[in-house]
Nanobody, 119 residues
Framework: QVQLVESGGGLVQPGGSLRLSCAAT????????MGWYRQAPGKQRELVAR???????TYADSVKGRFTISRDYAKNTVYLQMNSLKPEDTAVYYC?????????????WGQGTQVTVSS
């Protein structure tokens, strides 16, 4: 079973920065993609950024130029560097990994980490 452990959320003032981390542990053959999603109160979960092993990265238009996703393939870890944060970035951020293990294809979600941008 593959589990994701997230860290790095918190309270930050507008214009500030945070860095989220997510590590995948368990029985893993390979991870094709890792990404970050977020869900604000009363809204649907949305893609923030996603990185695939062929080098493709995707960002939501609302975070382009401010957020950067990166991966440490040796550690099965994904990071999200968030700069110039805005109040509208406030949400619970979830990590997701997509890959293959002994039991087949997996795609678990992390437990979520709260990011609050407020003065």
């Amino acid at each position: 079973q593959v589990q994701l452990v997230e860290s790095g959320g918190g309270l930050v003032q507008p214009g500030g920065s945070l860095r989220l981390s997510c590590a995948a542990t368990g029985s893993i053959f390979s991870i094709y993609a890792m990404g970050w999603y977020r869900q604000a109160p009363g809204k649907q979960r949305e893609l923030v950024a996603r990185s695939t092993s062929d080098g493709t990265t995707t960002y939501a238009d609302s975070v382009k130029g401010r957020f950067t996703i990166s991966r440490d393939y040796a550690k099965n870890t994904v990071y999200l560097q968030m700069n110039s944060l805005k109040p509208e970035d406030t949400a619970v951020y979830y990590c997701k990994a997509e890959g293959v293990g002994p039991s087949g294809v997996f795609g678990p979600w992390g437990q979520g980490t709260q990011v609050t941008v407020s003065s």
